[in-house]
Structures are given as C-alpha cells and as structure tokens.
C-alpha cells in the first residue's frame, strides 16, 4: 500500500520487525567504523566497567533499528532528514531489537508542497521490553499531487 504525507496521522504506532544482534555483526561493525574501544571487543573489560559482557555500538544499534522492516515502508519517498538518540542502556550479543515510532507531527514543507515533514518520537527496545535507546526522527514524505 502506497501511503503519501496526507493519509498520515499524528497519533500513529509504528512496530517495526525485530533483529537478534550476533556477536559478528559487533566485531564487523569494530572493522566497518574503526571503533575498536574495548567495551565492544573484550568481555573482561566490558564487565570491569558494569556490563556482563561486550556490549553493541550505539551507532550499531541506532543503524539496525533504522533499517528494520515497518509500514514506514510504503511512505512514499520516506527519507531521513534528522535522527537524534540517546542511550539508555546498553544491547548484546544475542539481544533482540525492535523500535516502537509514534508521529508526533505532520506538516506540508514550506519550501515544496510536493512534499512533507513528519516527526517521530521512537524507541528501540530489546526482548525484556527494555529501553535501549530512545530519541525522534524527522523524515521527507511525498504528498499527493492533486492536494
């Protein structure tokens, strides 16, 4: 189903699919963008710090959960002009992902009205229902010609 800016609600749930992270996908996400801190390659040092094992990236987290299946998908256009996050706790190997997104707005753009603007508070939880990282999205949607 095609979904353009105007059949858009402010109130709207969005539940995205889930994912199980692997302890590979950290290890190649460490080679992918440098970020080889111990807290996300060696167990010892994750649990001196407070964790029981080697935790994901934040960025890590914030990439999977953006790109997880939801009925986001059929918004016409549907391109990322903010994401903003902050980490609330943290996510490992074996802990499954989902985002949970609510509009919290829709306007036409002022600059084209061919197009919308359509904010999102999300949260990305893990299986325990707990809060790994929360924050807002604002994205491009495509409004109906003839509107």
Known sequence: MT???EDIAVGSVLESGSHTLTASEIT?????SGDHNPL???DAHARTAGFRERIAHGLLVVS??????????D????TFLEESR???GPVY???TIHMISTVTDVRRSRSDPTRGVVTLSVEVRNQRDEIAAEGID???VGAREDA
């Open 28 to 32: 190649a996400f460490c080679l992918i």
């Open 86 to 88: 902050r980490f609330r």
């Open 64 to 73: 999977i959960a953006s790109g997880l299946p939801s009925s986001a998908d």
């Open 40 to 42: 996300h390659t060696d």
């Open 138 to 140: 604002v994205v491009m």
């Open 93 to 95: 190997p074996g802990d």
């Open 75 to 78: 918004w016409v256009l549907n």
């Open 3 to 5: 979904t353009y800016l």
